[in-house]
């Protein structure tokens, strides 16, 4: 029944919607701009890989609406939606497509990108751990899918506008607030305490093991040679 005020978007989820945002535009203009800020680039990519671990637990274990299960966009769902007949709340099936779309554009970036390098002063944080050509041939890949990338929050952000101005669907607000009205359905539920420090600690370990601390330190280059003294 229509007329409700329903919990559509846990504050977990919230947060990291936002704060990949934050950290996507962010690693876009520190890669345009190189130069000094790439080591910038660098930590916001890691940042992006523990948002990205979070997300992904807390798609199993999170509230209701914001686990993979409940979008997961089928076939059947795809055609449903097309052909007017969908019901739901949360992402529409192609919201969802979207959404897994990006998550899994951004996970092939934040890979590349802790083995790639700019041929000039930096390398990721893992480069050590693959071949000088694989890890160049991975930068080629970092830096065209960064144009895919841009290409997909267009679009994304475009279709925020559409239903937005168009199908009156404020998509903004409930991202915002957490709340919805004139919804079907029931509030979101789960995804409490537990569930919440797992999908944490998940992220940490995945930040610090891209973050290369756990591999040996190099070994200290040699002293120069002696001057003779004539």
Do not use: C
């Not at 359905?185 to 569930?195: D, L, M, R, T, V």
């Amino acid at each position: 029944m229509k007329g409700k005020r329903i919990l559509l978007w846990d504050l977990p989820t919230r947060l990291f919607h936002w704060l990949l945002v934050v950290a996507v535009v962010a690693a876009v203009v520190t890669g345009q701009l190189g130069g000094s800020l790439i080591d910038w680039h660098g930590r916001i990519g890691l940042v992006i890989a523990g948002l990205l671990a979070f997300r992904i637990v807390w798609g199993m274990l999170g509230s209701t609406y914001a686990r993979f299960a409940q979008f997961f966009p089928t076939p059947g769902k795809i055609k449903a939606y097309l052909a007017g007949r969908w019901q739901g709340e949360g992402h529409n099936p192609l919201g969802a497509l979207s959404v897994f779309g990006l998550l899994a554009l951004l996970t092939v970036q934040v890979a590349t990108g802790l083995v790639g390098n700019d041929d000039i002063a930096f390398s990721g944080p893992l480069a050590d751990l693959v071949s000088r050509e694989l890890s160049n041939r991975l930068t080629g890949l970092h830096h065209l899918l960064a144009k895919v990338l841009i290409a997909l929050v267009a679009l994304h952000v475009a279709a925020i506008g559409f239903y937005g101005h168009v199908r009156k669907q404020r998509l903004l607000k409930p991202m915002i607030t957490g709340w919805k009205d004139d919804a079907e359905g029931e509030s979101a539920a789960g995804g409490g305490p537990a569930a919440l420090i797992v999908a944490l600690l998940v992220a940490v370990a995945v930040m610090y093991g891209a973050s290369g601390a756990w591999l040996p330190a190099p070994p200290p280059p040699p002293p120069p040679a002696a001057t003779p003294n004539w």
